[in-house]
């Protein structure tokens, strides 16, 4: 699925669930490893040993995700603090020779992967500028995720449509209702 | 009517129709962001805004984070997004009145787009249907 050429690239890591994603920028030492895993555990056994282990089921987002030049280091980080704390972890120990990383999240995950980001130095995300716009073109959801995290321009508006909800016109002065959760 | 009785929760036109697009988009992407925050909105509302020490909670009055806010609570969803509720123990009763995203210094942000709401008198109603006062515009 990958070149030789790719394992001297990036390195991501997405969470198709959350639609979090680390990216990093590491060395060769970093980019020796190629996993995909589909939880965050399997992911960091498979990271320690530096396997080349895939999935036998790969969805079609991730197919996506992994032509995007220089993947080859995948977590998928679900919003449990659980798996937030052991990407951290993770990163952590290497923070030595990882050159850049762009964490992303959107929902309940997000603060914790900005803390992340705090942690790690603001001179990390630099690199990543291209690499967001080539993925822009084949995964649209995934640049707006990091243009969400960088707070970047956005003039349109489309950044914070795909996070949020509208605000509607001013309504009429009126009684509450009932709302049905269910 | 007992105190551990839960307060019933409704919601304004404006959260009405931020909720209905919500879950619409929700149902349309299952995986979405969006459903994640229907989720989060769906649990919020329907478990936990129900219960007077939460809903009442001094963590989430916003009288003391925002001026002329007085009586309104602000329950966060994430990290970005907020809830902007009225709470009333005397009515027994919680009434959202929109969701927003926080973004400050920004002119859409939610707290900027709550002051311009409640000085339109939109959430008048409201505030007279729950006896609770309304802050002075």
Redesign the interface.
Known sequence: MRSAECVRGSTVCVS????SALIFQGDRQLTEVTVLAVDAQAALEHASNSPTAWEPTVSRLTEQLMRIAGLDWWFEIH?TPEAIEAARRQLLAHRDYVRSALFVA??????RV?WLLERTGSGLLSALRSQREAAAARLHDLDLALRFLLEEDDPT?EV?R???????P??????????D?? | MGDDENYK???????????R??RA?AEKSP????A??WD???KL??DKLCLPQIALSATHALENKQRNFANIYSCG?????RIIYLASSKKR?V?IL????R?AGDA?DVYE?LYR?LH???????FA?LEVTRPPR
């Open positions: 198709l669930v959350t639609m919003d959107a929902g309940s995950a997000g603060d900005e508006g914070e795909a996070f949020s909800v509208p605000m509607p001013p309504q009429p002065d009126a009684p509450s209702a009932e709302f959760f269910n | 929760v409704r919601v304004s036109t404006a959260a009405s129709i931020q909720f697009e919500l988009r995986n979405s962001t969006h994640k925050l989060a909105v769906r509302a329907r969803l994430g990290e970005r997004h009763q009434t929109m969701m927003g995203f973004k859409n787009e709401r339109s008198g939109e959430f008048d109603s409201i249907e």
